[in-house]
T-cell receptor, first 117, second 110 residues
Framework: GAVVSQHPSWVICKSGTSVKIECRSL??????MFWYRQFPKQSLMLMAT?????????EQGVEKDKFLINHASLTLSTLTVTSAHPEDSSFYIC?????????????FGPGTRLTVL | SQKIEQNSEALNIQEGKTATLTCNYT??????LQWYRQDPGRGPVFLLL?????KEKRKERLKVTFDTTLKQSLFHITASQPADSATYLC?????????FGSGTQLTVLP
């Protein structure tokens, strides 16, 4: 159980276009999902916390108008990178919390590799 | 500010030996400490969680210790196998906002 999927697994786009990444919890409901970014050989950096039915909470330094997050249901959160530029190229990973087991670990999706040309 | 350090960027050990990875933290008193495994190009996979009132937690060949006085956690893999080769991340709670270390890349040599 506690499976999180992401789509797409990789995407290449031209500079200036927008890209949407989906994160789904497949076998549990997630009131909270998290979006991370990871550059090569670096750790995961939390970008924002996505709360079902309300606005996302962004970490300091993350532009909310650049990285649009929508958490419309208990199993789906989306991250849209608007007007992407080469510096946005990175590995984007989502995670979700499953509190039903009494623990608070996060279950991660497989990640989305974004390359902006 | 909070700081998490994981010993050595890379660790090589011989198959069958015990791998020991270290996670040190400062300016923080986490309620939980977690360990994840990450393979190249993949998202992290949860391994173990240990609470601040627990000294040790085991799961099969894995063992985690948590010393809140030293502000340190040790992660052990006994009888290591080449399949254990991966990057291991420690992460500190609270659960609503995990902070990750930069990871230790473990290579188990056959």
């Amino acid at each position: 159980g506690a499976v999180v999927s992401q789509h797409p697994s990789w995407v290449i786009c031209k500079s200036g276009t927008s890209v949407k990444i989906e994160c789904r919890s497949l076998d549990f409901q997630a009131t909270t999902m998290f979006w991370y970014r990871q550059f090569p050989k670096q750790s995961l950096m939390l970008m924002a916390t996505s709360n079902e039915g309300s606005k996302a909470t962004y970490e300091q330094g993350v532009e909310k108008d650049k990285f649009l997050i929508n958490h419309a249901s208990l199993t789906l959160s989306t991250l849209t990178v608007t007007s992407a530029h080469p510096e946005d190229s990175s590995f984007y990973i989502c995670s979700a919390r499953d509190l039903t087991g009494g623990y608070n670990e996060q279950f991660f999706g497989p990640g989305t590799r974004l390359t902006v040309l | 500010s909070q700081k998490i350090e994981q010993n050595s960027e890379a660790l090589n050990i011989q198959e069958g030996k015990t791998a020991t990875l270290t996670c040190n933290y400062t300016n923080y008193s986490p309620a939980y400490l977690q360990w994840y495994r990450q393979d190249p190009g993949r998202g992290p996979v949860f391994l173990l969680l240990i609470r601040e009132n627990e000294k040790e937690k085991r799961k099969e060949r894995l063992k985690v210790t948590f010393d809140t006085t030293l502000k340190q956690s040790l992660f052990h893999i006994t009888a290591s196998q080449p399949a254990d080769s991966a990057t291991y991340l420690c992460a500190l709670g609270p659960a609503r906002q995990l902070t990750f270390g930069s990871g230790t890349q473990l290579t188990v040599l056959p």
